[in-house]
């Protein structure tokens, strides 16, 4: 029996490989000339290869999965322009604070950078890779 959505709570959580991270924020971490993997260190010292981003299963149900889906491929977009933020005057302007270089970002929607923030916050929250126990939000905000 499947529990509830962890977003929604109305739906079963049918959604196997629900990224915590979003995939496009760390997929960069696993290309080296070393090999296409990242060291996991742990506290005693001991490590271990991980080869992906974490994922859990039955998190999250197909719709919010794909709210999720939404969100993330509109940032992995917005993100992708901003590396070659020359090339999209239309979208960046390219400002200077003092001695400071900074870029102005025309066209983002604050309410949706918010949302995608909380979003992953929120996942790293939930999820059962969380091992710092400070990081974990109290019940009522989560």
């Known amino acids: 029996m499947l529990t509830n959505c962890r977003l929604c709570n109305n739906k079963g959580a049918d959604k196997k490989n629900s990224h915590i991270v979003s995939k496009f924020l760390g997929k960069e971490l696993f290309i080296s000339d070393i090999g296409n993997h990242a060291e996991q260190i742990y506290k005693n010292g001991k490590s271990r290869k991980i080869y992906s981003i974490p994922k ?44 400071q270089d900074f870029i102005c970002c025309k066209k983002l929607n604050p309410t949706l950078f918010k949302l995608f923030i909380y979003s992953l916050i929120w996942r790293l929250s939930i999820s059962k890779h969380q091992t710092n126990e400070n990081f974990k939000l109290p019940n009522k905000i989560e």
């Open 56 to 99: 859990e299963d039955f998190i999250l149900c197909s719709t919010c999965e794909k709210r999720f889906e939404v969100l993330e491929t509109y940032f992995a977009r917005f993100f992708n322009k901003l590396r070659n933020y020359q090339n999209f005057p239309e979208d960046f302007l390219l400002q200077k604070l003092g001695v």
